[in-house]
């Protein structure tokens, strides 16, 4: 009985081992087709053509560069250009899919392959380059900072003993970390949360480009543009994941290609004019042809 007993229980572990093994292999083989998903949804100029779609991640909630109106469309400027590099590719403009990013998270969704190309206002900068590959610039912006109208402030040193609200993110938010740390911030991830918290009084000034400012004030003229050029001149780049060089040579052509008929010219007559006062010209704006 006991050799029979042994003999039941040896077969039992046997059977065990063998199941749990198999479960094994299972597993490695999911985590293995994962990982061949992840690298298929790779943004390569080919894959793209493959996929007979381009994903461009665009901001939903700034206006006029990249919001969704009322019907819930993707309107702006850079939609207005994303719309333009789908129908390059496919002679097609409305094979793009939009994917909404934050200023927070544009380079890991180019890193992570969650978009092909970033053209949510993004600008150029050497933190930025070194991580993402930028193609030819197609628009001009500095920082500014905006107020309540009935605001004396009118200079950076003035915001020493105020809270200044920013964007998570963005070149103002690197800037104020670099070059004034005293300054009391109140941050948040969506331009949404950013505006509101200044209309609320949660702030004294709000630092965000210069040309989302301007399209701001004139929509809310119960403020002002109290520091219209702040830092330094700076463009506005699409992105391509680091090493896409395929994909970036085919923007920077047609950026190059495009000046022939002004395209961003009219890009900002489209997109862009209603939103400025008079003062502010599309050659305070856009930059033609990649030349800046």
């Known amino acids: 009985m006991k050799k029979i007993v042994l003999s039941i229980l040896g077969i039992f572990v046997a059977v065990m081992l063998a199941a749990c093994s198999g479960n094994s292999v299972k597993k490695e083989d999911s985590n293995a087709t994962d990982s061949n998903t992840t690298t298929s949804s790779s943004g390569t100029l080919e894959k793209i053509k493959q996929n007979g779609v381009i994903r461009i991640g665009v901001f939903g909630d700034k206006p006029p560069f990249g919001y969704i109106d009322a019907k819930g469309v993707n309107q702006g400027y850079d939609v207005y250009f994303a719309k333009r590099i789908a129908k390059e590719l496919f002679g097609d403009e409305n094979k793009v899919e939009f994917v909404l990013v934050e200023a927070a998270n544009r380079v890991e969704f180019l890193k992570s392959d969650k978009v092909d190309v970033i053209l949510a206002n993004f600008t150029k900068t050497p933190q930025r380059a070194e991580q993402v590959d930028f193609a030819a610039p197609y628009m001009k912006v500095a920082l500014g900072v905006v107020v309540p109208s009935d605001s004396n402030l009118s200079s950076v040193e003035e915001l020493k003993d105020k ?61 002002k543009v109290a520091i219209k050029e702040l ?62």
């Open 163 to 223: 809270t200044l609200i920013l964007n998570k993110g963005t070149t103002a938010d690197i800037y104020f970390y670099e070059n004034y740390p005293d300054i009391k911030t109140l941050k948040f991830d969506q331009n949404t949360e950013t505006f509101a918290a200044l209309i609320d009084g949660r702030g004294e000034a709000l630092s965000h480009d210069n040309t989302l400012l301007f399209a701001w004030v004139k929509e809310n003229p119960n403020f």
């Open 231 to 292: 830092g330094n001149q700076d463009v506005i780049a699409p992105a391509v994941k680091k090493g896409n060089d395929d994909l970036r040579i085919f923007i920077d052509e047609l950026i190059v290609k495009l000046a022939e008929e002004q395209f961003f010219h009219k890009a900002y007559e489209e997109t862009l004019k209603v939103h400025f006062s008079d003062d502010i010209k599309a050659e305070d704006i856009v930059i033609e042809g990649g030349k800046f």
